[in-house]
């Protein structure tokens, strides 16, 4: 600061006596811009300046370059130094501050750009609906092959031979041992592959006495067989086309047909067939062999209708092989490095015809020229093929004929070459991506394209274990893989990066992989292991086109922030998403990762800056819901279980953040900002609460200021602890109602209970009161200081639909109570009477379809906050008037009723079948309970008799007391 200082002293001095002893030099005073230029070329002032820079003041280059930035005069005095760094000082700054602005503009670009690009990642999200759905195997033999048919069956195919049929969710619909069991001195058959030629109703085996056999679909009755293969078939696949084998431009003829196996000496060997259905026809006349009709390999590529291709791809077994009709090629790999996998382009052309003569028989033999390049099959002409036929028996006639297993190199120009290292196990081929992907040894996933083998385009990285089934979701850009651990994982192919994972412990599948399967209709994935299970996608519902809806999946609370004038929303994949108050647009958006569990619930610290949120992997998280950042995580050490829900209290002049659910005991931690620690553990447990809590899971908490708290749970049972002492202030249970003494099951669990303390209940209580759900729809009122004294109850849902939330106003004058059908009542404490059981709402209304999941009051401008399990979160007046849904299209103003929604209701509310008004063709005998489970005889754990579905009502507008009076 002092150097600063000095130079800043010595400029203006070095200005002034560099132009005062030009001026002296010169005897005049001469002015203008043109004389002083003049003065300052002189060479008499040479020597002048060299002596002020020896003196350590300023160069006169930089004396006249802040002359040329100030505005200049005619004159010139002593005093004008201090404006010169007035205003080179001024410049400076400016210059500091438009950088800084530049700055902060990119910040914020960039801060927009990627938070665009994360809301692009999450609407690609998916997930597995957890657990898997588990069958226990046939005899706990491995499982060769699942594939499903067109009407959703799922055939499984065990190397024993036993075959399957299974429903979408694995319940067994037939079973048979197709294999008959050999003579006593050698070993019965067993299954290398399975594939199912659905267009013929066939299923096509691959066995280890080197066999093809076919058997019907629907019976599993033997058809026939191809045997005497040269080598054992270990992977068989079928591709069925209509006349697309003579010509590309056809689709007229017989249907054609590709039988193709890979074996154990690194051949593929392919059987074109045309008129595929016939010539099985006629095989299924030939002699039978154990029951099977059978024809020899050599003899049946003598029929006119078959071509043989084999060439040798691999110098190892061949892990799998495929035809993929889009791109008319056979696609083949191995656990060979050089050749790990081989497409071979199949484009058809039209057929060489090949004349035959064995004595008076003359027969054409049409084979197919393969690929766009040259010819696949091995180059002989037909002189050359004939002379390898020595005997032969088809139709009853004998000829001499021998067909020749040799196989023949490929040119390498008519394939492209994959070399992977450690070979590849298994692989998918998508047209509409131009994507190649393999899997194998290595446990990564490549991805390529498949006309170029050169490089890679893409690497996935995340599976610990040899990769053994691939697919690629074509619609969904994504790719499905699994590996022998029982992993599955789902991958964007866009972004490259995984999607969700399903690992052994949260899918419940153990023991390596045999086989897997998925289906593209039903959207499961289907895998052999120990047992057998399916993963069934999560799909998100088509909503109409009128159907307006804040997130994609279940709203599982929301809360209002005073101090941003902010709603915060949760899901049930624990997105959060950040919305203005006062024009339903959305802000913001974080969470919804795989590491991540559920949000359960959520609380605002008393400033309303900071976000609590409670989730199934039992830890709460304090955000900075602006930006996303988690600041801390509270957590228990050792097992934790799900949070239901939590508050923030202040006791005395020390805030805490109190949570309760299915560990049935309370956790208090203390809200400590200094202490740096990203973790943070509770406060050791209350004496009274190890020994004389909950017994059931506790399922919601609430304070009472100063010192009390108040916690309810699943059976019903509602304790009021003293916060101060940690000691239970009183307890009681849930009354059933009369009229539900003998119904069993009856639910009488508490969501949720608030305390009142207005001047009007002090006729009834003592001082404070504690309001409960109960069963049947019920609210009952509970004196808190007598010792848990039931006051009295009454019927708050007209429907008798459990109560999942209740609100009220600052000064405790209405209390508003919703039900899990998605109505909201609202009740004036001022005309309460503990005797009344049915007293009158002021005003009612169905704010959704499902059950509410968040109330909440905002008294300053007099509107109601809602959230519910039909993926909205919305907004209303304080009489029930229809603001909007968070998320709309258009803009609102809270206090401008103009842009409002009303008279207007939610559509879905409007088309709900329990949203119909009153007609006599809606009487008849109809319960609500059926309308809402109508698989079921009771609504809800066996809740006492409905309310007719007649008696339900849509209120656009409020509904007044005088009418639900009459009702």
């Known amino acids: 600061m002092d150097s600063s200082k000095n130079q800043g002293e010595h400029l203006p001095k070095a200005i002034s006596s560099s132009i005062l002893s030009v001026v002296g030099s010169t005897g005049n005073r001469a002015t203008g811009p043109g004389c002083w230029g003049e003065k300052v070329k002189d060479k008499t002032s040479a020597p002048r300046r060299k002596s002020v820079r020896e003196d350590g003041e300023q160069p006169e280059w930089l004396v006249r370059e802040l002359l040329r930035q100030n505005v200049r005069r005619h004159s010139v005095t002593l005093g004008e130094d201090d404006e010169i760094m007035r205003r080179q000082h001024h410049r400076i700054c400016s210059t500091r501050r438009l950088c800084s602005l530049k700055g902060q503009f990119c910040s914020h670009t960039l801060q927009k750009y990627k938070e665009k690009q994360e809301t692009a990642r999450r609407s690609r999200q998916v997930a597995f609906t957890l657990p898997a759905t588990v069958k226990a195997l046939c005899h706990g033999i491995p499982v060769a092959n699942i594939h499903s048919t067109h009407d959703g069956t799922m055939v499984s195919v065990g190397e024993d031979g ?57 019976t599993l009755e033997p058809y026939c067989q191809i045997n005497a293969l040269d080598t054992v078939p270990l992977t068989v696949d079928y591709g069925h086309h209509h006349g697309r084998f003579l010509s590309p431009h056809s689709n ?53 209708n078959v071509t043989f291709v084999r060439w040798k791809v691999h110098h190892d077994w061949v892990t799998k092989a495929k035809y993929f009709q889009s791109f008319q090629a056979v696609v083949s790999s191995s656990n060979e490095e050089p050749s790990s996998l081989v497409i071979v382009s199949t484009l058809m052309q039209k057929p060489c015809l090949i004349k035959a003569q064995h004595r008076s028989l003359v027969t054409e033999c049409s084979f197919f020229s393969f690929s766009s390049r040259g010819c696949v099959l091995p180059l002989t002409d037909a002189e050359q093929q004939l002379s390898e036929i020595t005997e032969v028996c088809y139709e009853g006639k004998t000829k001499k004929v021998q067909l020749s297993w040799t196989a023949r190199l490929r040119a390498s120009c008519d394939q492209t070459v994959f070399p992977v290292y450690k070979g590849v196990k298994t692989f998918d081929l998508c047209r509409k991506h131009s994507l190649l992907v393999t899997g194998g040894m290595d446990r990564l996933v490549r991805m390529w394209n498949p006309h170029f083998s050169g490089e890679p385009t893409g690497i996935l990285k995340g599976h610990s274990a040899p990769i053994v089934s691939l697919h690629i979701l074509s619609e969904d850009s994504q790719i499905l893989s699994v590996s022998t651990d029982s992993t599955v994982k789902i991958w964007d192919i866009q972004d490259q990066h995984c999607l969700f994972t399903a690992d052994l412990k949260a899918s419940g599948i153990h023991g390596d992989v045999s086989a897997c399967s998925y289906s593209c209709a039903l959207k499961c994935v289907y895998i052999a292991a120990d047992c057998m299970a399916v993963l069934s996608l999560k799909i998100r519902p088509r909503l109409h086109s009128r159907l307006t809806v804040s997130h994609d999946e279940t709203v599982m609370c929301c809360g209002y922030s005073q101090e941003f004038r902010q709603v915060v929303s949760c899901t049930e994949r624990s997105m959060v998403k950040v919305w203005d108050f006062d024009t339903g647009q959305q802000v913001f958006e974080f969470g919804g990762t795989n590491d991540l569990s559920a949000t359960t619930c959520m609380t605002f610290d008393p400033n309303g800056r900071r976000l ?11 955000w900075n819901f602006n930006n996303g950042q988690c600041l801390k995580t509270l957590k228990k050490q050792g097992k934790c279980h799900e949070v239901c829900d939590c508050i923030f209290l202040q006791v005395n002049r020390n805030f805490h953040v109190m949570s309760v659910g299915r560990a049935r005991k309370i956790d208090i931690y203390p809200d400590t900002p200094e202490d740096f620690h990203h973790i943070q553990r509770p406060q050791p447990t209350w004496q009274d609460d190890l020994e004389n809590g909950h017994r059931e899971d506790i399922l919601c908490v609430v304070h009472c200021p100063p010192s009390l708290v108040a916690t309810s749970s ?15 202030q009183c307890r009681f249970f849930s009354p059933p109602l009369a009229e539900n003494l003998n119904v069993e099951a009856l639910d009488l669990s508490v969501p949720s209970i608030i305390f009142m303390k207005h001047s009007k209940l002090h006729h009834f209580f003592s001082a404070t009161a504690l309001l409960s759900s109960g069963a049947a729809g019920c609210v009952n009122l509970w004196d808190v200081l007598s010792g848990g004294k039931c006051v009295g109850s009454f019927k708050a849902s007209r429907f008798q639909q459990k109560i999942t939330k209740m609100a009220k106003t600052t000064e405790d004058t209405l209390l508003y109570a919703a039900d899990r059908i998605g109505y909201v009542y609202v009740y004036d404490i001022e005309k309460f009477a503990p005797e009344q059981k049915s007293p009158h709402a002021e005003n009612f209304w169905r704010a959704h379809t499902g059950r509410v999941t968040g109330l909440q009051i905002v008294d300053n401008d007099q509107v109601v906050l809602t959230s519910s399990s039909d993926y909205t979160v919305r907004l209303w007046s304080a009489h029930g008037e229809f603001i909007g849904t968070f998320g709309q299209s258009e803009s609102w103003g809270v206090h401008i009723s103009s842009s409002w929604k009303h008279p207007a209701v939610p559509y879905e509310v409007l088309i709900d079948p329990l ?3 009153d007609h006599e063709s809606l009487t008849f005998n109809t319960r609500l309970s059926d ?3 109508p698989d079921k005889t009771r609504a809800h754990g066996g809740e006492a008799k409905s309310e007719t579905h007649s008696k339900l009502r849509l209120a656009p507008t409020s509904i007044r007391d005088t009418k639900i009076g009459k009702d």
């Open 714 to 728: 699943y059976d019903g049972e509602i304790i009021v602890w003293n916060v101060v002492t940690g000691r239970v």
């Open 612 to 622: 609590i949120t409670g989730g199934r992997d039992g830890c709460l998280k304090i």
């Open 252 to 304: 007229t003829g017989p249907d054609k047909g590709c039988i193709l196996y890979g074996d154990t000496e690194g051949c593929v060997t392919i059987f074109l067939i045309s008129s595929v259905g016939d010539t099985l026809r006629l095989w299924n006349k030939l002699p039978k062999i154990e029951n099977m009709p059978n024809i020899a390999a050599d003899n049946a590529v003598l029929s006119p």
């Open 931 to 933: 309308a809402i489970n």
């Open 915 to 917: 949203s119909m008004p």
């Open 162 to 218: 036993v075959v399957c049929h299974l429903s979408p969710e694995l319940q067994p619909l037939k079973t048979k041992s197709i294999f008959n069991e050999g003579p006593a001195n050698r070993k019965s058959k067993w299954a290398s592959d399975f594939t199912l030629m659905t267009e013929l109703n066939k299923l096509m085996i691959g066995t280890g006495d080197r066999e093809i056999q076919f058997y019907e679909l629907s």
